[in-house]
């Protein structure tokens, strides 16, 4: 009984968390430039793939369990951020933004936020969480 518990109330949740970030990160890194030059067909496509990663993401951090919600702090998740990011992304999915910059930092944002920044230099990681804490304070003071 006690191996059902801990299976069923702690283990596939925290599996389908792990299965939804690994999820969201391939949505970003496969939709992440695509741009104004892009079919109409594309743009929807990635514009979907972005929108349920966000959703699947905030699912995970307003309806899970307490014991979820420890593994993530523990992990160092923030799915609610991770969210915002793919968002913004979505919102610039086909859009005309100028040059990549903004495109690239969102992108390197959720892997920051999901854990997943290995590949990035500690100066870029520094830059992208300062970024995080700045609008982070202004979405805070607008409230």
Known sequence: MLVWVITNWVGKPI????????????AAEQNAHVGFPASKERIIEAREALNEAASALRSISRGHGWPVRLYCRFAGYDQEAAANQLVSL???TGEFVGDDKA?????????ILLQAHQ??????????RMRIELEKRLSEEKL
């Not at 495109?103 to 892997?111: K, M, P």
């Not at 590949?119 to 830059?127: D, F, G, M, P, T």
């Open 15 to 26: 599996v389908d968390v792990r299965d939804k970030c690994i999820k969201a990160l391939q």
């Open 90 to 92: 979505h919102n610039m």
């Open 103 to 111: 495109r690239q930092t969102a992108l390197d944002a959720i892997y």
């Open 119 to 128: 590949h990035l230099s500690r100066e870029r990681i520094a830059e992208i």
